[in-house]
């Protein structure tokens, strides 16, 4: 398993799909991570996010840092689904991003076929 990288720097500097979630640990790009990751398109990023709850404007401030690069965001809320506060629904509206809440895996594997399909995709993706 690869060490996390600092706070800001990215496990791997460019978008890659997830190529799988198990058991807390995702796998990409021939690593693996344990715990919630961003996958954005300066890279794949640890996030430190546990859970639905902690969810707040500084644990979106790395996505809407890059809100111009992209235009849809998967929110993985963990195994079930969630909803996100309207004060962070605003948030992201604000900077222009759409984005869809669903149950990790789905989150992950809707962002890997709108990504193979060139899109301009990012994930935010809870691990349970």
Do not use: C
């Not at 715990?35 to 996030?47: C, E, K, R, V």
């Not at 902690?54 to 929110?75: K, R, S």
């Amino acid at each position: 398993m690869a060490a996390p990288p600092p706070p800001g720097e990215a496990f791997l500097p460019r978008q890659v799909p997830i190529d799988g979630y198990a058991q807390q640990f995702f796998h990409f790009a021939g690593m693996s991570h344990a715990g919630s990751i961003l996958a954005l398109p300066s890279g794949i990023h640890a996030w430190p996010v546990a859970e639905m709850a902690a969810v707040d404007a500084a644990a979106l401030a790395p996505i809407l840092a890059e809100a111009p690069a992209f235009e849809l965001l998967f929110i993985g809320t963990g195994r079930d689904p969630a909803h996100l506060a309207e004060p962070l629904k605003q948030l992201l509206r604000a900077a222009g991003l759409r984005f869809e809440l669903m149950p990790t895996p789905q989150a992950a594997a809707t962002y890997n076929v709108l990504l193979a399909e060139g899109r301009r995709v990012g994930a935010a993706l809870i691990a349970f």
